[in-house]
């Protein structure tokens, strides 16, 4: 008797830096209280770029072949034993960390921290969680979240970066009437000032060194009002700690005047995380404000710690999310959040995903469109 051959499907898969192969992998039927997905829309994000680019995300490196992709959602295709919360044909949004469910972290509701967390398209554990680059995959139930029937599959791509923002938002305890600014346009910083309109902030206002990505968060209703920060030269590599600081201190000094606000912002999001706008952030929250670390970038930071601490300004860590799935979907639901579908600028399939890595890193298209969140979809309906 002949061997039944199994189904397969395509995935698109990092051997290392710019090495993406397409390859035909065996499609397995879902384990115990997972369930398969037909994965409809990914979208791609920084460190998915980084892994790419350099086969490596900060410390994390590849030591395996490894599907990229965390922001997905998708239609469940089969059920594996013992699921009865979700049905073959549901429409849901997939939460791409695992977490244990049994430490003091998930047992005290931040799973975010759990050390024995797996996270899809992260090459921390080992061995890695593929992503969602694939025509299907099996994950488990309780990180499978349904969808409100008007939320795009593109929209509910976004829940992933939105519970980004809403667990920073939360750790920062926004609330009505305070003051905001952000610290980087991309996608992330995008989504901050929408998140901060959101939970009633008076004013939401951003700072880029890119002048088309500020005039877009303003035409498009993200930022009230933007300040355009002169880009560093290679005088600045010279530069002394102390140099540095100051530099960084008149920067948001100069974003003060220009935003009228002299006393600073009630909650600052850094989403850049490079050094001179994290050091200025400090100088633009207001006495007993916070500073929201949000990008992640340089390792080691020289920070105006005494500016800090004399103003009573917290500084606080956010990452990723914990319990925010059903929020970010019912924010989504709502329409609260202006413009959130202008946030993805470019659409490319599955067997196009090298090419759209490479028009990310570019910034800009064949056009000279900016390049804000790209989506992949399957090269084929399931």
């Known amino acids: ?175 009505k009437g305070q003051t905001a600014l952000v610290l980087g346009v991309g996608a992330i910083g995008l989504l901050a000032c929408s998140v901060a309109k959101s939970m009633g902030a008076s004013r939401v206002v951003a700072i880029d060194i890119n002048q088309a990505r500020l005039d877009f968060a303003r035409t498009a209703g993200f930022a009230e009002s933007t300040f355009c920060l002169p880009p560093g030269g290679p005088a600045d590599k010279g530069r002394t700690s102390e140099e540095q600081l100051r530099r960084a201190k008149e920067n948001a000094l100069a974003a003060l005047e220009k935003f009228d606000e002299p006393d600073g912002f009630d909650v600052v999001f850094e989403c850049t995380g490079a050094e001179p706008c994290i050091q200025m952030s400090i100088h633009a929250a207001a006495t007993g404000g916070k500073v929201m670390l949000i990008g992640m970038g340089a390792r080691n930071v020289l920070l105006p710690l005494s500016n800090a601490a004399t103003r009573e300004v917290d500084v606080l860590g956010s990452f990723r999310y914990a319990n925010t799935y059903p929020a970010a979907l019912s924010l989504l639901s709502s329409g609260a959040l202006e413009n959130v579908d202008a946030l993805v600028t470019h659409r490319y399939k599955l067997s196009q995903a090298d090419k759209a890595f490479e028009l990310l890193a570019r910034g800009r298209d064949s056009e000279g469109r900016m390049v804000l969140k790209v989506v992949i979809e399957p090269d084929h309906a399931p």
């Open 1 to 175: 008797m002949s061997p039944v051959a199994l189904p397969t499907q395509p995935a698109a898969v990092l051997y290392g830096p710019k090495d993406l192969r397409h390859e035909t992998r065996t499609l397995w039927a879902p384990q115990q209280g997972q369930a398969q997905v037909a994965v409809l829309a990914t979208g791609l994000c920084g460190s998915d770029l980084h892994y790419y680019l350099h086969g490596r995300n900060g410390d994390f490196a590849l030591q395996a072949p490894l599907v990229l992709g965390h922001e997905a959602a998708g239609v469940v295709t089969a059920v594996g034993p013992g699921v009865r919360n979700l049905a073959v044909g549901q429409r849901v949004a997939i939460e791409a960390g695992v977490m244990c469910n049994e430490c003091d972290y998930c047992n005290a509701g931040r799973y975010n921290l759990c050390k024995e967390m797996r996270f899809c398209s992260s090459a921390k554990t080992f061995p890695h969680l593929d992503g969602t680059l694939q025509t299907y995959m099996n994950h488990p139930v309780h990180v499978l979240h349904p969808l409100p029937e008007n939320v795009t599959f593109e929209q509910a791509a976004l829940a992933e970066p939105l519970s980004v923002l809403l667990h920073a938002a939360r750790r920062a305890s926004i609330s």
